[in-house]
């Protein structure tokens, strides 16, 4: 009995540690989409997850957006990286 109830825990414990998984590819294609050349695509996805860590700790779209591109760049271009980054990288952001 001990066995089986081992057993059972630990897919059980897996589920739920498991982290959710940002959908990079789908976050890059977006950002393509959306019109913005990628030069390199490391530095585009840090982008976004900065993006995402500035939401997280409160920051607006705009302001995530002017830390991450550049405040010259908050309006259509910014918001490109932020629609993106929120759909694929952290929906939990979306409210």
Request: hydrophobic share 50%; aromatic share 4%.
């Amino acid at each position: 009995m001990k066995t089986l109830l081992a057993a059972l825990a630990i897919p059980a414990a897996v589920l739920v540690a498991a982290p959710a998984h940002a959908d990079e590819a789908g976050y890059l294609d977006a950002v393509r989409n959306g019109g913005m050349p990628i030069i390199s695509e490391p530095m585009t996805l840090s982008s976004g997850y900065e993006i995402c860590g500035l939401m997280r700790n409160g920051a607006s779209r705009e302001a995530a957006a002017a830390n991450a591109v550049g405040v010259l760049y908050v309006n259509s271009i910014g918001m490109t990286y932020v629609d993106a980054a929120q759909r694929h990288l952290c929906p939990d952001t979306l409210h």
